[in-house]
């Protein structure tokens, strides 16, 4: 998406969120801690044409802060998935 085209429908008509003048309103929590959440912006993508949407982190001390504190999520066949040790089946 970010390329400007859509990966699900191939159309042009993609737009971003990320020429924004002020603070975006769509977030995720990326960290909990006792006083406060910790929040991270999302720059969002949209196709027009089918409406497929994509988020991304926008700070890169985002991304570390998640590589960092999250369980890394391994795919170990098409319908298995490994998350910190445990198995679980995907349907």
């Not at 603070?23 to 910790?38: C, D, E, M, Y």
């Not at 504190?69 to 490994?82: C, F, G, R, Y």
Request: with cysteine; net charge positive.
């Amino acid at each position: 998406m970010k390329n400007g085209q859509c990966p699900k429908c191939g159309s042009r008509h993609v737009y971003a969120n990320t020429n924004r003048k002020s603070i975006p309103l769509n977030t995720i929590t990326v960290g909990a801690q006792k006083a406060s959440n910790r929040y991270a912006f999302l720059d969002t993508y949209v196709c027009t044409t089918c409406g497929y949407v994509e988020n991304y982190l926008s700070k890169t001390q985002d991304l570390s802060y998640v590589q960092e504190k999250w369980a890394l999520v391994e795919i170990t066949s098409d319908n298995e998935v490994l998350r910190s040790g445990q198995r679980y089946l995907v349907e």
